[in-house]
């Protein structure tokens, strides 16, 4: 069964490589989605993870806060919508 993880405070210059990078040490990652402004096309500050139950929990406990590229993680498990995929 997978999980989505809502991650935010992501620095404006984030790529998916970079988020599947880090969230791949805990496991495999089935879908990254980044949320991005339609007029724009600049990175909103954050977006979803999909992954198995257990690595995805272990992620959201390890990642609470990360300090990345600058910017403190904020990590939790998905609600609403976004955990229904």
Request: hydrophobic share 35%.
């Amino acid at each position: 069964m997978s999980k989505t993880i809502y991650v935010a405070n992501l620095p404006e210059d984030t790529d998916e490589q970079q988020l599947h990078d880090l969230f791949a040490q805990y496991g495999d990652v089935h879908s990254i989605k980044l949320i991005v402004d339609n007029d724009t096309d600049k990175l909103l500050g954050f977006g979803f993870i999909e992954m198995d139950e257990a690595p995805a929990d272990q992620a959201i406990r390890s990642l609470k806060e990360y300090d990345f590229n600058g910017n403190n993680l904020q990590v939790n498990q998905a609600r609403g919508r976004s955990s229904d995929r």
